[in-house]
């Protein structure tokens, strides 16, 4: 059974940083794109940082240079490094995983794609 479980959520005043985590329990696909997205209360879900099965990494325009995407090298945690954080980047965070169509780019998987979410973690901004 596949479960994805964030933690590290929090609040921070502007400026700040935070490192959210994703513990990735039984999913088995070698080739995948794990992903960070996050929905703002009245806003859609979206897609800000991607990494994928070589270690590929995607970030929307509006995280680039301040959240990092990484993993550990057992593949099993998922973490996004956020600085620099503003008050804008509140909102729920969430972890999912989808499996990487051959010769696609993760950046073409549309939100849809992804068939394993996390709960969700809540990150607030204060400014």
């Known amino acids: 059974q596949v479960r994805l479980v964030e933690s590290g959520g929090g609040s921070v005043q502007a400026g700040g940083s935070l490192r959210l985590s994703c513990a990735v329990y039984?999913?088995?696909?070698?080739?995948?794109?794990m992903g960070w997205f996050r929905q703002a209360p009245g806003k859609e879900r979206g897609l800000i940082a991607v990494?994928?099965?070589?270690?590929?990494?995607k970030y929307a325009n509006s995280v680039k240079g301040r959240f990092t995407i990484s993993q550990d090298n057992a593949q099993t945690t998922l973490y996004l490094q956020m600085n620099s954080l503003k008050p804008e980047d509140t909102a729920m965070y969430y972890c999912?995983?989808?499996?990487?169509?051959?010769?696609?780019?993760?950046?073409?998987?549309?939100?849809?794609?992804?068939?394993?979410w996390g709960q969700g973690t809540q990150v607030t901004v204060s400014s």
């Open positions: 999912a995983a989808a499996p990487r169509l051959f010769g696609v780019s993760c950046s073409y998987h549309t939100v849809g794609r992804y068939n394993y």
């Open positions: 039984g999913y088995t696909y070698s080739s995948y794109c």
């Open positions: 990494i994928d099965d070589k270690r590929n990494t």
